[in-house]
């Protein structure tokens, strides 16, 4: 199926993927694209990729998703597009033995021509970090760094994808909550909001995030596009103790998901646990409950700072385990970020199977963000037929469960209880 490029093109959803489809496509000669979001403010507060930095690496078990990291990494450096996005502060990897995830990283990274560093023994791995640097004493540890890494300050990255789509003829409208796909012949024509606004539209691209299975029941998403919780936690720095750990690579422990970034220009150091997460089941309708987005919070507070209470406790145990000093220090912010994870973390990319005026580009399961300048391509690509065969079965909604080795456990997911959540006062 050919989709002639003066096709209307609506984007449901202004984050990662959608405004990165919106870009390529615009890039291709599409001439009419327009990208709705539910949030009357964008970047969306709620969204997963609006946050101060987000993990650029090309530590990945999967080849693909190495080689594709690496060309991501040469657009982040495209200043003249991306402008100071990215920072290139290293990422150190922990290794854990023949045939785990970190390993075949390490494997990945050096076959693709990364500029690693493997770091044998605990003196190796404490002198990574600037003096000063209060760290664990990883007796037992080896690991590695990959120089050609590090993080992108993620709001910004957006911003500037927003502008772009912009500068090219696209529409990113706020405030349009898509609340209906209308349908033709049972196929999909346009969408309408919840304010009454109705788009047609010829192809329909569906990059709603962690709302996606929950927003749109009937396409069936619930059991590969899942909404899961994750629990992210900030400390503020003095500015001399800032610069003690200005200089620090991010540091991913890719067996217990734990990882730290370096202090942004605002003195903050991120933290997090890439885990499976918390699900948060809606009540049953006619189709089946799924798991979809809430953002408890204190009174007075900015949205989505209350977090579970075990998960708030494993961080600052994490964080203890590897920067004592850090740990130390009370939370200045805590918040629930929500991903959309497949079961095996592959994205989801393609045109529905009952619809195909329905493009889906979502899924990122937690490893989406960084190649916002590319995974659009690949979107696009999909859209025009040309995406290679070994990827259109790799990314379809029903295939077989892919067999690679995954980060975080499905095994492992939780169910939020709303009635245990604290926020970042909590003494952990």
Aim: with cysteine; glycine share 10%.
């Amino acid at each position: 199926m050919t989709i002639p490029k003066s096709t209307e093109v609506v984007v449901v959803g202004a984050g990662c993927f959608g405004l990165s489809t919106a870009y390529h496509l615009l890039k291709r000669g599409f001439t009419h694209v327009t990208v709705l979001d539910r949030s009357p403010e964008l970047p969306a507060p709620e969204a997963a990729s609006t946050d101060i930095n987000k993990i650029v690496r090309s530590s990945y078990a999967d080849p693909f998703y190495a080689g594709l990291a690496r060309d991501a990494i040469a657009a982040w450096k495209d200043t003249a597009e991306w402008g100071d996005t990215y920072h290139e502060s290293g990422v150190l990897v922990l290794l854990e033995g023949s045939g785990s995830y970190a390993n075949k990283a390490f494997e990945n990274d050096k076959a693709i021509g990364a500029r690693t560093e493997i770091l044998r023994d605990a003196e190796a791995l404490r002198a990574a970090f600037p003096p000063g640097v209060e760290a664990c004493s990883f007796e037992g540890r080896s690991g590695y760094i990959n120089r050609d890494g590090g993080w992108a300050h993620a709001t910004q990255g957006v911003k500037f994808a927003m502008n772009k789509v912009a500068e090219l003829g696209g529409k990113v409208l706020s405030g349009k909550a898509v609340v209906e796909l209308l349908k033709e012949d049972g196929q999909t024509k346009g969408v309408r909001c919840g304010d009454g606004s109705v788009y047609p539209a010829g192809l329909v691209v569906l990059s709603a995030g962690s709302w996606s299975a929950a927003s749109f029941p009937s396409l069936g998403l619930g059991e590969k596009c899942v909404a899961t919780g994750q629990t992210v936690g900030k400390i503020q720095l003095t500015q001399e103790e800032a610069d003690i750990y200005r200089g620090n690579p991010v540091y991913l422990d890719l067996n217990t998901g734990f990882y730290v970034f370096p202090p942004n220009e605002q003195n903050v150091v991120k933290c997090a646990i890439h885990a499976a997460g918390y699900t948060h089941a809606t009540p049953a309708t006619e189709h089946a409950p799924v798991s979809s987005p809430v953002f408890p919070q204190a009174s007075g507070t900015d949205i989505g700072t209350l977090v579970p209470r075990a998960a708030l406790h494993e961080l600052g145990d994490a964080l203890r385990a590897v920067f004592p000093a850090l740990a130390r220090k009370p939370w200045c912010g805590t918040r629930l970020c929500w991903y959309t994870d497949s079961p095996d973390e592959d994205w989801v990319i393609g045109f529905h199977p009952a619809d195909a005026n329905i493009m889906l580009a979502t899924a990122g399961s937690g490893h989406g963000y960084k190649f916002l300048p590319v995974i659009g391509r690949l979107v696009a690509d999909a859209i025009e037929g040309t995406l290679p065969t070994e990827l259109v079965r790799k990314f379809a909604l029903d295939r077989q469960k892919n067999e690679v080795p995954v980060s975080r456990p499905w095994s492992q997911i939780r169910n939020l209880d709303l009635a245990d959540l604290v926020g970042p006062a909590a003494i952990v």
